[in-house]
C-alpha cells in the first residue's frame, strides 16, 4: 500500500477506529494503520488479525499502552522475558497470570519483588528457597518473611540476614533472640521501630537504652518513640550530679528519650531548670513547675525560648506573675501582645509600654493599641514612637483618634505625622488628602504651611484658596 492509500484509510478511522473491522486483511496488517489503532483505542486489539498479534513488536508496544492486553497476547509471546517483564512491572498483579516459567525466572522475579515483595506468595517454590529472592522481598516488607521456605525461616544465619536487611523482622525471632542485645541493635540500626518487638526485659534496661542512644542519635531518637515501653524504670537521685548528667546527656543525643522518665523527674526543680535552659517548651512537662516564676522566666531566657508565650500565659494558674516587671519586659520580647497581661498595678508603667513599642514587628507581633492607657497619648515622645511603629505597619488610622488635643494642637507632632505618611503613601497622596488632615487653625500658620509645602513639593499646598 502506497503512503496516499494508507492516509486515506486512517483519515476513516480517525472517524470512527471501529471502521478498521471493515478493512481487507492487508489493510488491517498494515503497520501504520495498526499502531495508529494501537494508540488510539488499545481496546481494538482484540480485533486484530493472529499476525498482527503474534509481532513481537506490536505486542511490545500494546503491553506499554495497557499491560493489560497481555492477556490477549498468545502464550510463546508471553513467555518471552523480554515481553513478561515491562507488563508486570507496569501492572505487578499480573504477576500470578503467567506460565511457571516466567514465574521461576530469577531474574525477573527479583525485580517484580524489589517493586512489589507480596508477589512473592506467587514465585515458584524454588525461588521462595532461594535467599537473594527471600531476601528481596523482605527488605521491603518485613512479613514477607512468612512467604520464604520453612527451610529459610528456621535457619538462624538467614534470620540475621534479613533482620539486618529489615529490622521489622525481628517479631519473628525467637524469644532468646530478641533478648539478645546485638541481635536488636542489629535490628535497631536497619529499622528504629523494631525495637517495639525485643524482649520486655531488654525494653526495660536503662543500661540498654542508653546504649541504643550512644550509638546513633537518629537511630535512638526513632526507636524510643517506637518503643511500646512508656515508662523505664529508671531509679536514682536525680539531684545527684553523676546521675541527672547521664539523664542530661541521654536527652541531649535524643529528645524522645523524655518519654519514658518518670513524672518526678520533671518536678523536680533542679532536674528541670536545666532542660528548660535548653528548650523553654519543656516547661509545659510539670503542671507543678509551670506556676513557678523563677522556672517561668528560665522558660522565657532559654536557648530556645517557649514558642508560644500567649498560649503559655492563658494556662498557667499563677496570675500574680503578671506583676512581675521582669517577667512581662522578657515575654514582651517575644510577644508584645503580652503587654495586655500586665497587672493593675503595671496599667500605666511606662517602660513596659516601650518595650512593647520597640519589640513590635512582624516577626515577633505588635502591640494592640487598644491595650495603651490614655494618658500615653499625651506623651510626646511615646506618641512619635507610635508614629513610627504603626507608619511601617501602615495603620496610622488606628492611632490618631486616641492622640490628645494637646498633641495633635502642636506643629511639630503635626508636621511629623504628615512626614509619616509622605513615607508611607508616597504615590497616593494629593493636595486634598493632606490638606483633610491638617486642622483649620493650622492653616492660618504661614510658617507652618510653608513647611508643608516644602514637605510636599509637587502638590502645590499654598495655592490652596481657604
Known amino acids: ?27 488491517k496488517e498494515q503497520k501504520e494503520i495498526v499502531l495508529y489503532v494501537l494508540k488510539n483505542g488499545p481496546y481494538m486489539f482484540k480485533h486484530f488479525p493472529d499476525k498482527v498479534k503474534n509481532d513481537k513488536e506490536i505486542a511490545l508496544k500494546a503491553i506499554s499502552i495497557d499491560p493489560r492486553l497481555i492477556s490477549q497476547i498468545n502464550e510463546d509471546l ?27 525466572d530469577k531474574q525477573i522475579v527479583l525485580q517484580v519483588l524489589a517493586f512489589k515483595p507480596s508477589l512473592i506468595k506467587h514465585v515458584s517454590d524454588t525461588l521462595r528457597d532461594d535467599p537473594d529472592v527471600a531476601l528481596t522481598a523482605i527488605e521491603n516488607d518485613a512479613d514477607m518473611f512468612e512467604n520464604a521456605s520453612e527451610r529459610l525461616r528456621s535457619d538462624r544465619a538467614f534470620l540475621l540476614s534479613a533482620i539486618s536487611k529489615n529490622g521489622m523482622v525481628l517479631k519473628f525471632a525467637s524469644e532468646q533472640q530478641r533478648n539478645d542485645p546485638d541481635v536488636v541493635l542489629n535490628a535497631i540500626k536497619s529499622n528504629p521501630r523494631s525495637l517495639q518487638y525485643a524482649s520486655d526485659e531488654l525494653q526495660s534496661s536503662k543500661d540498654f537504652i542508653l546504649i541504643i542512644l550512644r550509638n546513633s542519635k537518629e537511630e535512638g531518637d526513632d526507636a524510643i518513640v517506637y518503643s511500646n515501653v512508656t515508662q523505664m524504670p529508671l531509679h536514682g537521685d536525680v539531684t545527684n550530679e553523676r546521675f541527672k548528667n547521664e539523664i542530661l546527656e541521654a536527652y541531649s543525643r535524643s529528645e524522645s528519650f523524655l518519654t519514658i522518665l518518670p513524672q518526678a523527674f520533671f518536678d523536680n526543680f533542679y532536674f528541670m531548670a536545666d532542660l528548660v535552659k535548653k528548650d523553654g517548651d519543656l516547661i509545659y512537662r510539670s503542671v507543678k513547675l509551670m506556676n513557678d516564676p523563677t522556672m517561668i522566666k528560665l522558660s522565657l531566657m532559654a536557648e530556645n525560648p517557649l514558642s508560644d508565650i500567649m498560649e503559655f500565659c492563658s494556662r498557667i494558674t499563677n496570675k500574680s506573675i503578671f506583676g512581675d516587671l521582669d517577667f512581662l519586659e522578657q515575654a514582651i520580647k517575644l510577644n508584645p501582645e503580652t503587654y495586655s497581661l500586665r497587672s493593675e498595678d503595671l496599667k500605666i508603667d511606662r517602660r513596659l509600654l516601650v518595650a512593647a513599642i520597640n519589640n513590635s514587628n512582624y516577626e515577633t507581633g505588635f502591640i494592640n493599641v487598644d491595650d495603651i492607657p490614655d494618658k500615653f497619648f499625651d506623651d510626646e515622645e511615646i506618641v512619635f514612637m507610635l508614629y513610627d511603629l504603626f507608619g511601617e505597619k501602615g495603620s496610622y488610622f488606628s492611632l490618631i483618634h486616641r492622640i490628645s488635643d494637646r498633641i495633635k494642637s502642636q506643629p511639630s507632632a503635626m508636621l511629623y505625622f504628615l512626614y509619616q505618611l509622605k513615607k508611607t503613601y508616597p504615590e497616593e497622596l494629593n493636595r486634598d488628602s493632606v490638606l483633610s488632615q491638617i486642622p483649620h487653625s493650622f492653616t492660618t500658620d504661614m510658617a507652618f504651611m510653608k513647611k508643608i509645602d516644602l514637605l510636599f513639593p509637587k502638590l502645590n499646598i499654598l495655592d490652596y484658596q481657604y
Open 1 to 27: 500500500m502506497n503512503e496516499e492509500e494508507v492516509s486515506r484509510i486512517i483519515d476513516r478511522l480517525s472517524e470512527s477506529l471501529y471502521s478498521y473491522v471493515s478493512l481487507s486483511n492487508q489493510e
Open 78 to 104: 508471553k513467555d518471552d522475558p523480554q515481553i513478561a517483564l515491562p507488563a508486570i512491572l507496569q501492572n505487578p498483579d499480573l504477576f500470578s497470570d503467567f506460565s511457571p516459567r516466567i514465574r521461576s
